[in-house]
């Protein structure tokens, strides 16, 4: 028990936690309930570390442990972790948030943040870019983590609309939560959840054309991410600063900060499509005339996306292919890429990458 309370205090680095969270398991042998709760937050230290199939192992372990006991209190979060781990890695059980939403709903005691199957379905719909229907759970679970004083919870939930603004096109809404979320980690002194905000906040200045401001922000990001051992925001924060190269036409310098990223993300399992890597990476290789690369690159993007189903990567991947198409003076096949693009944009809100 002292070991696992040492590991969700969250001082150190992630390696260092996810060592007491191994050891705290050796102690726990044959003891499900004490398993189940230590291996839903190993999965999702292993998440932030860049392991995502360790994460999606230890997550579905301790859903075995809750299973057997049988407890809807444990059974609830084990499943909210394991449809985390499971959307990362694109790997979904059917029905399984579904089933943990209901849990939860008849459990009628909060759960915070990462134990909620209702915030890991707001999290899929996100992915899917269901927006409009992600919103209003995420806004509630902010409200409520707000009445009981769970500034954790609430913090995490506020990353998450920064998220959903950002997509949705309400950069100004977006910002809004980023600065009420960077008061809360100055609070909570939680370095990583600070760097996750910032980067957020540096994504969406980077969009609005607010370069300084995105530049300072994804360094300070990238800071903190090196510090604390997290192996995904820096890929994404590296990301934002070949979205800044980008928009300003300097296609070697976007290539150089993107051409590696979507391998990183592959080398770790991360299959989720929903952000700017794939596509700005595709982009600045096609401007700088490296085809191949982009093509190969290209390929495993459309099969995310068809596999994912998520509107945002079906619609910025058809635009990558008529980027492609282009380039390589196939100008029907351009034009039908492009046509298919506005089409599925026309399934979503936000007007930027239209």
Not at 272 to 284: C, L, Q, R
């Amino acid at each position: 028990d002292v070991l696992f309370e040492l590991a969700a205090g969250r001082r150190g680095d992630l390696r260092e936690i996810n060592g007491l969270c191994v050891e705290a398991l050796a102690e726990a042998a044959g003891d499900d309930t004490r398993r189940a709760r230590i291996l839903a937050f190993l999965s999702w230290i292993r998440l932030i570390a860049g392991d995502v199939r360790g994460a999606s192992g230890a997550a579905r372990d301790g859903l075995r442990s809750a299973e057997r006991v049988g407890d809807p209190a444990l059974l609830a979060p084990a499943i909210a972790r394991v449809a985390m781990a499971e959307l990362w890695a694109l790997d979904i059980t059917p029905g399984l948030v579904e089933r943990g939403v209901e849990l939860e709903q008849r459990l009628g005691a909060p759960l915070e943040f990462h134990e909620s199957p209702t915030i890991a379905l707001a999290r899929r719909l996100i992915s899917l870019s269901d927006l409009d229907r992600a919103r209003p759970l995420l806004e509630a679970a902010a409200g409520r983590a707000m009445d009981r004083g769970d500034e954790a919870s609430r913090g995490h939930v506020l990353f998450h609309l920064i998220m959903l603004e950002w997509f949705a096109g309400r950069w100004e809404r977006a910002l809004e939560h980023a600065r009420a979320a960077l008061q809360l980690g100055e609070q909570l002194g939680d370095d990583q959840f600070r760097g996750m905000v910032l980067h957020a906040g540096a994504l969406v200045d980077a969009h609005r054309g607010d370069l300084e401001a995105a530049r300072a922000a994804a360094a300070e990001a990238a800071a903190i991410a090196d510090a604390v051992a997290d192996a995904i925001f820096p890929i994404w924060n590296e990301a934002v600063l070949g979205h800044i190269e980008l928009s300003l036409g300097n296609a070697q310098h976007a290539a150089a900060h993107l051409r590696a990223l979507p391998e990183r993300l592959v080398s770790l399992g991360w299959n989720d499509p929903a952000d700017t890597v794939w596509p700005d990476a595709i982009e600045a290789l096609v401007n700088v005339g490296e085809l191949e690369q982009a093509g190969t690159y290209l390929k495993h993007y459309e099969a995310l996306a068809e596999r994912s189903r998520s509107v945002w990567a079906l619609a910025t991947a058809a635009r990558c292919r008529g980027l492609l198409a282009a380039a390589q003076s196939a100008s029907e096949a351009a034009f039908a890429a492009f046509d298919c693009a506005l089409a599925e944009h026309d399934r979503m809100p936000g007007t930027f990458e239209r």
